[in-house]
């Protein structure tokens, strides 16, 4: 496996929730990647779909260093070009494009594609990536679908993602092809408009108590 997988692999096991989150401002994002390291969670991935969230990921790799931070929804490779030199330490994509994967893989950039079958899992493995989302997990088959695949393409581990509660995760948590999962239930939106850090905080402290094996 390649140094860069390895790593990959490595800021994914850090917990066993990698939140995912559409930050509403920089200072948000701030406080949320604070609250979230003080929670015991260290991986985050800020989405990028909106015109700061690129900003927001070289304030949280600038200012909160015990932060793995991530970016999310990367759909292009312009804009995995530019989530890397904002500060980004992996990258997210729903899917997985070859001109993604091509633009990866000439980077050697931490990239996490997505994927939603066996041959979307197929195509990541033939071009270089084992390490892999599996989105929308839940829509898709959840726990069971993602466990079928286990055996026949036993190099692929996954981040599973979509739609996952901290009621469906322990069922994906207990797969062996699984790294961990992602979420948006760490952030809820009405405490992040309630500037509630103390509740991130025990989300995620809740969060790093769910089992993984
Ligand atoms: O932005 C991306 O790259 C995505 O693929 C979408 C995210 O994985 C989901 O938005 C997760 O959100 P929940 O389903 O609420 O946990």
């Known amino acids: ?127 270089g990536f084992a390490t892999l989302k599996f989105f929308p997990a839940e829509a898709i088959g959840g726990a069971a679908a993602l466990g079928s695949y286990a055996a026949p393409l036993a190099q692929a581990m996954f981040c599973p993602t979509g739609g996952i509660t901290p009621q469906s995760a322990p069922a994906y948590l207990a797969l062996p092809n699984v790294l961990c999962v992602g979420g948006s239930w760490l952030t809820p939106k009405a405490a992040l408009a309630a500037q509630d850090w103390s509740q991130v905080e025990t989300l995620a402290r809740a969060a790093t108590a769910l089992a993984r094996t």
Not at 41 to 63: C, Q
Not at 86 to 99: D, E
């Open 1 to 127: 496996m390649s140094a860069v997988e390895t790593r990959l692999r490595e800021i994914l096991r850090s917990g066993p929730v990698v939140p995912v989150y559409t930050p509403a401002s920089v200072p948000e994002a701030v406080a949320v990647a604070r609250a979230l390291v003080r929670g015991g969670i260290r991986a985050i991935e800020i989405t990028l779909r909106n015109a700061i969230a690129l900003d927001a990921v070289r304030a949280v790799a600038d200012e909160v260093p015990e932060a793995l931070v991530g970016a999310g929804t990367v759909l292009t490779p312009a804009q995995l070009d530019a989530a890397l030199a904002a500060g980004a330490m992996f990258l997210v994509s729903p899917g997985s494009t070859t001109a993604l994967l091509d633009a990866a893989r000439a980077t050697a950039a931490p990239l996490l594609p997505g994927t939603a079958n066996a041959s979307d899992i197929m195509r990541s493995l033939e071009a």
